[in-house]
Every structure is written in C-alpha cells, then in structure tokens.
C-alpha cells in the first residue's frame, strides 16, 4: 500500500507549486498560531517561574511536563476511541446506537416543537 507522499510503486511524489503543504506541516502551522494554546500558555505559565533562578531550566520544566501530560491524555483518547471502534463492528451494537440516537433526536423534536413563541 503506499504511504502518503508516494505513488504506487514506492518512488516519491514531485510536490508541484501551489500544492498544499504535507498535512505534518499544515497541522505544525495550524497550531502555531491557534490563539487559544498561547493566550492559555501566557495565562498559566507564569505563575510558576522564579523570576530569580535561570529560566531556561524553568522552561523546559514546564514543557515536559506539558508535553507528558499531554501525551498521556492523548493516549487515553487513543485507547478509548479504539474499544469504540471495536464496539462499533458489531452489527448489533450499531444497531442499538441508532436506535439510543434516533430516540434522542426524535425527543428533541419533540421538546422543541412543545415551546411556544412569545408574542
């Protein structure tokens, strides 16, 4: 089978001008600039600096410890969603997931059309 990036006997793919970027980079750049992990990073980190001792140390603290707890949770989300997976093989269990869902939507409707407008 062949990987992202390659044709179909295994020799490398000519990026040509205009053609996006590989998708490790695009997703490198989304979150680079994505506003949300600096405004939290600017909110929590420095609370914990010693604006006294060497900040390098600090820094690197703090980001390995980022970075471990992030990939422990990263790894739950992976195991999780790969017994779900699992699950969802299952004829019956698809089976009982439309049926628990479509259950929800249809109480959904219904509570949405018992509202009244104001006049």
Request: glycine share 10%; net charge positive; aromatic share 6%.
């Amino acid at each position: 089978m062949a990987r992202a990036g390659q044709a179909a006997g295994g020799r490398r793919r000519r990026r040509h001008p205009g053609h996006p970027a590989p998708a490790g980079a695009a997703r490198l750049g989304i979150n680079a600039v994505n506003p949300k992990g600096t405004v939290f990073l600017l909110a929590v980190v420095p609370q914990f600096l010693d604006l006294h001792a060497p900040l390098g140390l600090q820094y690197l603290v703090i980001g390995a410890t980022l970075g471990f707890t992030d990939l422990v949770v990263m790894a739950g989300y992976t195991v999780l969603a790969a017994r779900v997976l699992a699950a969802l093989k299952s004829e019956s269990h698809i089976k009982l997931l439309n049926r628990v869902f479509g259950t929800l939507f249809v109480a959904a409707g219904l509570l949405l059309a018992s509202f009244k407008r104001a006049a």
